[in-house]
């Protein structure tokens, strides 16, 4: 079964301190690692896909890494506006039905103090 | 990317009654994926809809309880029936793009049942 664990629970940042996010992930065959934002009362928000270990993508104040057991998604100088909760997800790369199918991480909540 | 629209956004809804969900596409997708986001916790798949065919509904959902209908390419509607305080969630729906290397997610239409 797939299994995709994401640490801490919640994070408490002081504006401008940078850290890490943790999303570990078991699954029979990696199609895809993905990492979303949801605001309170929002949909989730696309951020970046990962397809292999040692890829790296960035946008803004996030950098995503992928290795072959876990991702990490790595905050820079963070600004109050970046607090939200922070997803990360699994996709298998099995045909048929399952194609596409999207396994879920529990969710970081990251909440950025000025 | 895709640009995703849900009605109802919210509804209050007495126990034993049923709600349709409605979800719109702004581009023609193959696949639509509908998760249920319960208080407190992260995404999970109820069923994925493909045009033309029967949805495909995960573990513990039934089509009975989850009724999916999928008239065109665009547009798909999620029905939760007879209705009990435990359906109280957020449901969201979901398409993938470029390939399935993205997925977007609509806004989410927050359920409350009394």
């Known amino acids: 079964e797939d299994q995709v664990t994401q640490s801490p629970e919640a994070l408490r940042l002081q504006e401008g301190e940078s850290s890490s996010l943790n999303c570990s992930y078991t699954v029979s065959g990696l199609r895809g690692l993905f990492w979303y934002r949801q605001d309170p009362g929002k949909g989730p928000e696309f951020l970046f896909t990962l397809y292999s270990a040692g890829e790296e993508k960035e946008k803004e104040r996030l950098k995503a890494t992928l290795t072959k057991k876990e991702s990490f998604l790595h905050i820079t100088a963070p600004k109050p506006e970046d607090s939200a909760t922070y997803l990360c997800?699994?996709?298998?790369?099995?045909?048929?039905?399952?194609?596409?199918?999207?396994?879920f991480g529990q969710g970081t909540i990251l909440t950025v103090h000025p | 990317s895709a640009v995703i629209s849900q009605k109802p956004s919210r509804d209050i809804c007495q126990r034993g009654t049923s709600l349709t969900i409605q979800c719109q596409v702004d581009s023609q997708v193959t696949m639509m994926f509908w998760y249920r986001q319960q208080p407190g916790q992260s995404l999970t798949l109820i069923a994925t809809a493909n045009q033309g065919s029967e949805a495909t509904y995960e573990s513990g959902f039934v089509i009975d309880k989850f009724p999916i209908s999928r008239p065109n390419l665009t547009f798909s509607t999620l029905t939760v029936s007879n209705m009990s305080p435990e359906d109280s969630s957020i449901y969201l729906c979901?398409?993938?793009?470029?390939?399935?290397?993205?997925?977007?997610f609509g806004p989410g239409t927050r359920l409350t049942v009394l």
């Open positions: 979901s398409v993938p793009a470029g390939g399935a290397d993205t997925q977007y």
């Open positions: 997800a699994v996709q298998v790369s099995a045909g048929g039905t399952s194609y596409g199918k999207l396994t």
